[in-house]
């Protein structure tokens, strides 16, 4: 298994983070597929499948698609995506399960993904966050990065106006 750092959440857990295994997969799909409706609200407007978990976990190839889990003595609290674009910037997405939430596990692993880009020499990472997305806000601009893109206010499923705003931190070459 190859942990990355362990880190303690705010309940005591001792939590790991590593890189993903093909045998995480039954762990990730019930990650994304029992997550609550006020998580999903700022992921996208609709349910994550097994099928698609499957192909997620598939893309992760450490060339141009990263990820790093963080596991709880066997279960999988949370997972950070970085997926490459060919401008030589790296979009970022993070997902906390609701029972992990509020504990350090989405910051410790954001802090972990960064890293990870500097060693891979990725010049710039983004992210799109709902503007609403008060905590995933704080996380991110705690770590640095900054409004680069607020796009005009669309509506969404539950007749909302929402704007999503593109972060941005840019990170050295040293
Ligand atoms: C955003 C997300 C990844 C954060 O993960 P997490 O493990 O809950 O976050 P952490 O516990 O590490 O940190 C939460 C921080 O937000 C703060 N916070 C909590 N609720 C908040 C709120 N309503 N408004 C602002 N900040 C808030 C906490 O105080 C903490 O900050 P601190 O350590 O400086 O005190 C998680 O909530 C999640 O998966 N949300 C749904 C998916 C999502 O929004 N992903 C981000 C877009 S890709």
New binding site residues.
Partial sequence: MAVISEVRS?NGRKIVLRFPEKGDLKELKRLYTT?SDR?MR??RPYRFTEREVEVMLNRVDFRNVFSIVAEDDGRIA?EVRLITHETGSGE??????DD???????????REMINLARKKKIRKLI????EK????????T?EGFEMEKRFPPSMNLMGREESVVKLSLHLSSG
């Fill in positions: 705010g997550l998580t700022y992921l949370g970022i997405g993070i997902v906390v399960h992990y939430q509020n504990q350090g596990i989405g910051q410790a692993l954001l992210s799109f966050i709902n997305n008060s905590t995933a806000m704080h996380v991110f705690k």
